[in-house]
Every structure is written in structure tokens, then in C-alpha cells.
């Protein structure tokens, strides 16, 4: 526990008392990694020399291309909170299913995976499935744990399907390429709807006065308008996905790029939608700065935090710890996703990503652990922290926009069957490997044929002078 000296288990577990009492995540890392260094320097457990390279350090979080990204998909998920496709989505496929029992249900999931992939934030997902379909499932009858439930978890399915902001930062973390973490989520994400489409199908089928059918009079007729309406929901939303998923995935832009291409995308479908206004222009580029500014201080802070940390052999004790676990590799991941959940109790996914992650990455690697598919799988691990009682972000969005007579008791109970499913897709990733890596093109390059050949450049002749005087 001490081969590397009492300061780095005593860092660690000052930041994780500041966390816990609720300290601002970005000051906290900042103030934990200054004091210990300055501690350290007058003990002469940490060389001053480290500190020199923080401005450099800053300067390469500042000027890191990748992060660009955040705002723009930010803003894209801003626009299209707002601008009406999730109300035309619900309420055409919510007419599509209304007819057998859990329809609403089943168009909660789908279009809040459709919404997962043209969005990539949690907090629009949710408030807008909440603020259309709860008040028709209350209608209708719905049970209220069922209800609620369906929407957050719908609404969490977001942070795993590309392009989540979660892997954006995961992949910055771990050295790896976006793409390929958004090419290594498509798999669990599918597993993910699956599952919770099963599972409206089991409960459909053992107790259907818990999400009755929508009545017959309130049904609009299957035609070709009903059609018609669904498709101008979903098809340019699946030219907007490609737009933004396609390029990447095909290499044709970066995800920066990406981004852009898709915040450009998000204000054409609110102008087809007519409600691209400067209030909503506004409204977007508010909460994008919000949430980028929150960012960079976090990761500021982190980076003040691990760059003491390691200055005085904290990475070289986290191997040392999670390297002599029982179990090996797998020993390790069970460890580290048990940690994670509980650890979601208290931060949110940016903190994890941002310190946590950085500890867990060297010892993952060292033990032959694949770091797309184990980003994917913390990504995954990281839904329940939206979900699980009683800090839950998912359940605070649906707390504020739910109306008075739904109890909060509903909300966190209802909550829990979907997290027991989220904890079962974090098994199946751990024993299916495939269902991440067979997304990403993992072709070998055979160097054992390649050549190097350097040409020989010939010196010009020199001229010459005759003999020196």
C-alpha cells in the first residue's frame, strides 16, 4: 500500500473526501495537486522541476484539436432539443405502436435511441421524451415506476451511442481514435435497445394493465399520412446521423470536422422544421458555453492534480495496486467496474473521465487490455451514473420537468430494473469482446516484407583551387 511513500494514497483519497463533501470538481483538483506539490517540494518528495512543464501542459489542454469537438456536438444536441423533432418522432412513432400493449413504450426507445444518435446529450433526450410522453402515459394509464423508468433510461442510451461526448473524452484519455471508439459502441448500443425492448415485451405480456394500449379514439388511422409524418421525422435525421457518424467512420473528416458538418446539419433541420430563431440560436450557444467552459476548468484542474500525482509515483502505485489483484485481467476489470459504479454515485462522467481514467489507462494496457474495448466498456459502465439513485442526473431532469402528482419514490424506483439491465450489458461486454472489436478494423500490417531504401544522394564534386599559397 506504501512501497511508493504515503503521499500518493494520500492524495488519491483527499480528492476522493472533496468529491464526496461536494466541493467544486475543477477547484478541488486544482487545490489537492498545488498543496501536495508544495508539501512535497519542502519534504523532498516531489522535484519543483515538475511544475515548469504545467503552463506547457495547459497550454497542450487548450490547444487540443480533439476537444473542439465538445461545443459543436453540444450545440447540435442544443438545436435539436429544441427545434420540434423529438415531438414529431414521438408522436408519429407513439401513433405506429399505439395499438398493442407498451407502444409508447417501445417509441420512447426507439426514438430515444434515434434522438442518442443526431444529440449526443443525456439532458435533451430526457427533458423532451418527459415533456411529451409523460403526460400521455399518465393519460393512458401507464404505470408511474414503468413510465418514468423507460424515459430515463431511453434518455441514457445517449451516452453510449455515438457521438457521445463521453467517448469524445474517453478516446482524448486513452490515446485512441474516435472513430474507433464510435465504431466500438455500435455493438453494445444495439444490445442495449434490445434489451430494453425485451424486457416491455416480457412486462407487456405478464402484466399489460401496466401499459395499456392507447384507446381506438384516440388513435389517428394507418395511412399514408400517419407514413409520411414518421418518415419526415426519420429520414432527415438518418441523413444527419450519416453526416455525422458516416464521415467519421469512412475517414473523410475528424470528428471535429464532424461536429461542425453536424451543427450546420442541426440548424437546416430546424429551419425545415420552422423554428430556427435567434432565441434558439441563443438559447444553444448559452448552454454550449456552459458546458465547454465547465470542461476546460475540469480539465485544468485534473491536470494540475495528475501532474503532481505522478511527480511523486502515484501511477506507479495505482499499477503496482490493481497489477497484484487476484484474477489477473479479469480480476482487474471487476475491480474497476465495480469501483466506477459506485464511484457514479458521487461525480458525473466528465469527472470520472478525467481523473479516473488517466490511473486506470497504464495498468489496462500493461495487462494486455485492449483500451477501445476497455473505454467502451467503462462508457457502458458510466450509463448507470445517470440512473442510480440518488444523484442520478437522468432522474433530476425528469424531477424538473414531471408534473406535481408524480412522486419522486416512483421516479428512483422505477429506476432500478433499468440499471439491473445496464449492469447486464456491462457483463455481456466483459465476456463478449467481439460484440466491441468486430466493429473496428483491426487489419494487421505484415512488416516483415517491407523495405526501406534510402537513395544514395551524390555529393557534388568540389571545385578546384589549385594548390593554397
Known amino acids: 500500500m506504501f512501497s511508493y511513500g504515503v503521499f500518493p494514497p494520500l492524495m488519491f483519497g483527499t480528492m476522493i473526501c472533496f468529491m464526496v463533501f461536494g466541493f467544486p470538481v475543477a477547484f478541488s483538483l486544482a487545490a489537492v495537486g498545488l498543496f501536495f506539490g508544495i508539501l512535497g517540494i519542502f519534504t523532498g518528495h516531489f522535484d519543483p522541476s515538475f511544475l515548469q512543464a504545467l503552463p506547457f501542459r495547459f497550454y497542450g ?30 408522436e408519429g412513432t407513439g401513433q405506429l405502436f399505439g395499438k398493442i400493449p407498451g407502444g409508447l413504450a417501445y417509441a420512447v426507445i426507439l426514438v430515444g435511441a434515434v434522438l442518442g444518435a443526431i444529440t449526443g446529450t443525456v439532458a435533451a433526450s430526457v427533458i423532451a421524451m418527459g415533456v ?19 424515459i430515463a433510461a431511453s434518455g441514457t442510451i445517449t451516452q453510449l451511442i455515438p457521438p457521445s461526448l463521453v467517448l469524445i473524452v474517453l478516446a482524448d484519455q486513452l490515446g485512441r481514435s474516435v472513430g474507433d471508439m464510435y465504431l466500438g459502441a455500435i455493438g453494445p448500443s444495439i444490445i442495449q435497445v434490445v434489451i430494453f425492448i425485451l424486457y416491455i415485451v416480457v412486462l407487456s405480456i405478464i402484466r399489460p394493465n401496466a401499459m395499456p394500449p392507447i384507446p381506438e379514439h384516440a388513435r389517428e388511422p394507418m395511412n399514408w399520412k400517419l407514413i409520411s409524418r414518421v418518415l419526415w421525422g426519420m429520414i432527415p435525421s438518418i441523413v444527419l446521423i450519416f453526416l455525422v457518424l458516416g464521415t467519421i467512420g469512412l475517414g473523410l473528416a475528424t470528428p471535429t470536422e464532424a ?69 489477473g485481467a479479469i480480476g482487474f476489470l471487476i475491480f474497476v467496474n465495480i469501483f466506477v ?84 450489458l456491462v457483463i455481456i461486454v466483459i465476456y463478449w469482446p467481439g460484440l466491441v472489436t468486430y466493429w473496428i478494423d483491426n487489419t494487421a500490417v505484415d512488416t516483415s516484407n517491407v523495405k526501406i531504401e534510402i537513395p544514395q544522394i551524390e555529393m557534388p564534386a568540389m571545385p578546384d583551387f589549385g594548390p593554397a599559397k
Open 61 to 90: 489542454t487548450i490547444s487540443n484539436d480533439l476537444l473542439l469537438s465538445i461545443p459543436f456536438f453540444t450545440f447540435m444536441g442544443a438545436i435539436l432539443e429544441r427545434c420540434g423533432l423529438a415531438e414529431d418522432l414521438l
Open 132 to 150: 411529451i410522453s409523460l403526460p400521455i402515459m399518465m393519460r393512458y394509464g401507464y404505470d408511474m415506476k414503468l413510465a418514468t423508468g423507460v
Open 259 to 327: 461536429g461542425a458538418m453536424g451543427a450546420v446539419g442541426a440548424m437546416v433541420l430546424a429551419a425545415l422544421h420552422r423554428r430556427l430563431t435567434w432565441p434558439l440560436i441563443d438559447q444553444a450557444m448559452t448552454s454550449t458555453m456552459r458546458l465547454t467552459s465547465m470542461v476546460v476548468f475540469i480539465l485544468i484542474g485534473s491536470t494540475c492534480f495528475s501532474l503532481v500525482f505522478q511527480g511523486m509515483d502515484g501511477a506507479r502505485w495505482i499499477e503496482h495496486l490493481l497489477t497484484g489483484l487476484p484474477g
Open 341 to 424: 459504479f459506485f464511484l457514479a454515485f458521487f461525480l458525473d462522467f466528465f469527472e470520472i473521465a478525467f481523473i479516473i481514467i488517466p490511473l486506470l489507462a497504464p495498468v489496462a494496457a500493461k495487462l494486455g487490455i485492449d483500451l477501445v474495448w476497455f473505454g467502451v466498456l467503462l462508457c457502458v459502465n458510466m450509463q448507470t451514473s445517470f440512473m442510480h439513485p440518488p444523484f442520478g442526473f437522468a432522474l433530476f431532469y425528469l424531477r424538473g420537468i414531471a408534473p406535481p402528482e408524480v412522486k419522486s419514490r416512483d421516479i428512483y424506483l422505477g429506476a432500478l430494473p433499468w440499471v439491473g439491465m445496464q449492469i447486464i
